[in-house]
């Protein structure tokens, strides 16, 4: 079982940043592919970034590409967002998520964090 806790999300105005964090805790948790989403209200959950565990593969939206920065540090256990230029269709909440390599869908999930860009 791993445990995902996000933090770092707030109100911005358009043109700003944010950086999200999530820190995993569970048995090798560190080993995990991990994962941001983002649901706005009345949308579909959709995939913002994606890492594996030695960050061989890094993927990011169409939407988000050249703005949005996925990063992790192993050692903290610990996976980022770096949200730059942030647009107000960028708001909505975030959340963190982990699989194994193996595992088609992502299994564990994070509470979420609200992220709302507006002037």
């Known amino acids: 079982q791993v445990h995902l806790v996000e933090s770092g999300g707030g109100s911005v105005q358009p043109g700003g940043s944010l950086s999200l964090s999530c820190v995993a805790s569970?048995?090798?948790?560190?080993?995990?592919?991990m994962g941001w989403f983002r649901q706005a209200p009345g949308k579909e959950r959709e995939l913002v970034a994606t890492i594996s565990w030695g960050r061989d593969i890094i993927r990011h939206a169409d939407s988000v590409k050249g703005r949005f920065t996925i990063s992790r540090d192993n050692a903290e256990n610990t996976v980022y967002l770096q949200m730059n230029s942030l647009k107000p269709e960028d708001t909505a909440v975030y959340y963190c998520a982990a699989k194994t390599a193996e595992a088609i869908a992502y299994e564990y999930w994070g509470q979420g964090t609200q992220v709302t860009v507006s002037s």
């Open positions: 569970g048995p090798t948790s560190y080993s995990y592919y």
